[in-house]
């Protein structure tokens, strides 16, 4: 994981207050995690990282998009991405990640990798039903779309009238009906 180097952020040398990360996330940095459910990737991440005397604030901000392809039709769309993660990072005895929201990292640590953070942030603002718009609005003119419409129960069919039907199922109908 030497790649994710970059997103290491040594706090022993940052003095107490207020600091500011930025990273441009891509298809690469999910490569590093062996997860290719996207497409294409164009994420910005703005870190504050708040350095408290006796423990850490960080605050996440995800903006961008990912290319995605729809459950629906299999058709490749760009899924906004717009979400928050709050983390507070404390000193302890050993090393405990049970809470989301808090960290707990020895007392002779002098820097944190926010990768996993990142990833999990992502992740998690992907829907878990990834529908195209163009299908909620009904624009998308695709040929898997065309043909589910084709191929789906219409009124048409539900409803057979009394002539398409055979009149011997009529006659068992009178044996329902007789008591």
């Given at each position: ?9 040594p ?12 990273y441009?996330i891509?298809?690469t ?5 062996e ?5 294409a ?17 960080l605050h996440?901000?995800?903006k ?16 906004t ?26 007392h ?10 990142i990833?999990?942030?992502?992740i ?23 043909k ?7 009124e ?24």
């Amino acid at each position: 994981m030497k790649a994710l180097k970059s997103y290491t952020i040594p706090f022993v040398g940052l003095k107490v207050g207020e600091h500011h990360f930025d990273y441009q996330i891509d298809n690469t940095f999910f490569q590093h995690f062996e997860y290719d459910e996207f497409n294409a990737v164009d994420v910005k991440i703005d870190l504050k990282f708040e350095k408290k005397t006796t423990f850490l604030e960080l605050h996440f901000s995800a903006k961008g998009t990912v290319n995605v392809n729809c459950d629906i039709t299999n058709e490749p769309y760009d899924q906004t991405i717009d979400d928050h993660l709050n983390l507070v990072v404390k000193f302890g005895d050993e090393y405990n990640d049970d809470n989301e929201a808090i960290l707990i990292v020895p007392h002779g640590e002098y820097e944190i990798n926010v990768a996993q953070y990142i990833y999990e942030l992502i992740i998690l603002s992907v829907p878990i039903k990834r529908v195209h718009p163009g299908i909620e609005d009904g624009t998308l003119q695709s040929e898997i779309f065309s043909k589910l419409e084709e191929l789906s129960p219409n009124e048409d069919n539900k409803t057979k009238s009394s002539e398409d039907i055979d009149p011997r199922w009529n006659n068992l109908k009178k044996l329902l009906t007789d008591k």
